[in-house]
């Protein structure tokens, strides 16, 4: 159990349209990062905010942006979907001097049709 | 593009046998981190290396940092159906854009 939780677990989305994904991140820690898990592949980062800023990013497109709140949860917004977007998406949280310390939470499940 | 490379991609062996699998980069980092997921999980961190040539041991897991901090390995002793799961290998990049970078994985089953 790492603290970290995201919302929703499955998510059915058809192309075209736009998705919101929520985590909640541990206690304590200010920096979240997202990531996008393909079948069968390592994640790939899409990017971290720390203390509600883009702290750095991806090589994934301006249709995925983000926000993180003074509670240091956060959203990654994904517009016009692709069907290339299916895939699990990844919320990890890290303390204030150790952002390559991840605590991960499960993951969403989306879909694209 | 995958900065960090992982060898083997698969591994399938049976209950209480030893294996390694390994973790490479062109370019020296400044940390790397393990971790093991499991299906329909996230990853969970298992140790993070940060001095050339650094080992660390946990229970039966032995994580070893290359001198030249360019490669990493991760041995398992007596290997238990538990130890089934991806490992991934994870590394940092510093300067103005931050980024974090993880290898595709090995995944491992261990056959009871």
């Known amino acids: 159990e790492t603290g970290v939780t995201q919302s929703p677990t499955h998510l059915i989305k058809t192309r075209g349209q736009q998705v919101t994904l929520r985590c909640s991140s541990q206690?304590?820690?200010?920096?979240v990062s997202w990531y996008q898990q393909a079948l069968g592949q390592g994640p790939q980062f899409i990017f971290q905010?720390?203390?509600?800023?883009?702290?750095g990013r991806g090589n994934f497109p301006p249709r995925f942006s983000g926000l993180q709140f003074p509670n240091y949860s956060s959203e990654l917004n994904v517009n016009a979907l692709e069907l290339d977007d299916s895939a699990l998406y990844l919320c990890a949280s890290s303390p204030e001097l150790a952002k390559n310390i991840q605590y991960f939470g499960a993951g969403t499940r989306l879909s694209v049709l | 593009t995958q900065l960090l490379e992982q060898s083997p991609q698969f591994l399938s062996i049976q209950e209480g046998e030893n294996l390694t699998v390994y973790c490479n980069s062109s370019s020296v980092f400044s940390s790397l981190q393990w971790y093991r997921q499991e299906p329909g999980e996230g990853p969970v961190l298992l140790v993070t290396?940060?001095?050339?040539?650094e080992v660390k041991k946990l229970k039966r897991l032995t994580f070893q940092f290359g001198d030249a901090r360019k490669d990493s390995s991760l041995h398992i002793t007596a290997a238990q159906p538990g130890d089934t799961g991806l490992y991934l290998c994870q590394r940092g990049s510093g300067g103005s854009n931050y980024k974090l970078t993880f290898g595709k994985g090995t995944l491992l089953t261990v056959n009871p």
């Open positions: 290396v940060v001095t050339g040539g």
């Open positions: 905010y720390y203390r509600e800023e883009e702290n």
């Open positions: 206690s304590g820690h200010n920096t």
